[in-house]
């Protein structure tokens, strides 16, 4: 299984599984993005600004580095480099 590398501050970062990813949505209202896996698990993504939307926005940098991992079958860490710091990952069922 591969994952996706978020920088936080600090130097540190989250893990967020590659495998069975649904949806990625961010939400600019809450400087989150959702993060919505097949299997009904969430992953939101707390960020210290405003993520950004559009063609070359968080979302679509997650689903880039999703790509380069080849999602479940690749294996490995890959880093997506996203516009703003995250604060927090937080995991739950929907």
């Given amino acids: 299984m591969g994952y996706v ?3 936080k501050a600090g130097g540190k ?5 590659a495998e069975g ?3 990625i ?4 209202g809450t400087n989150t993005i959702n993060v ?6 969430k992953i939101v993504i707390s960020c210290a600004s405003a993520p950004a ?3 070359k926005g968080d979302d679509n940098k997650i689903f880039d580095a999703i790509e ?3 999602g479940a079958s690749g294996e490995g ?3 997506a480099t996203l516009s703003t710091l995250i604060t927090s990952t937080q995991v739950s069922a929907i």
């Fill in 5 to 7: 590398k978020l920088l």
């Fill in 13 to 17: 970062f989250d893990l967020l599984p």
């Fill in 21 to 23: 990813v649904g949806q």
């Fill in 25 to 28: 949505v961010v939400n600019l």
């Fill in 36 to 41: 919505s896996y097949v299997n009904g698990d």
């Fill in 53 to 55: 939307r559009g063609l």
């Fill in 68 to 70: 380069k991992i080849n």
């Fill in 77 to 79: 860490i890959f880093p």
